[in-house]
């Protein structure tokens, strides 16, 4: 059993800057960890992910503005959001998983309960 707290949500100015972060109760070395947000109204979106390895994926509406990093000897991972705009506001949860046999996708079985960054325009 593995309890994630994220923290570093705050309201911040378009063009600013956040570091999201998430801390978990036990070791998080074999799990991946992913950022996901959702925003009043819409569909969850997987934000980014990074493998127990340290292999990185970002969605295309955030890959080179966000930054998703690890540190297993703290316990932490990270997300640095960049040049924020508007539409980035929204709850953002961290998540650890594992890729099923078989599968190419992750299967979250550990959720945090989430951050609430906003950003004004």
């Known amino acids: 059993q593995v309890q994630l707290v994220e923290s570093g949500g705050d309201l911040v100015q378009a063009g600013g800057s956040l570091r999201l972060s998430c801390t978990a109760s036990g070791s998080i070395a074999i799990f991946a960890m992913g950022w996901h947000r959702q925003a009043p109204g819409k569909q969850r979106e997987l934000v980014a992910v990074i493998s127990s390895g340290g292999s990185t994926n970002h969605a295309d509406s955030v890959k080179g503005r966000f930054t998703i990093s690890r540190d297993n000897a703290k316990r932490t991972v990270y997300l640095q959001m960049n040049s924020l705009k508007p539409e980035d506001t929204a709850v953002y949860y961290c998540?650890?998983?594992?890729?099923?046999?078989?599968?190419?996708?992750?299967?979250?079985?550990?959720w945090g309960q989430g951050t609430q960054v906003t950003v004004s325009s």
């Open positions: 998540a650890a998983g594992r890729r099923r046999l078989g599968m190419v996708s992750y299967e979250y079985n550990y």
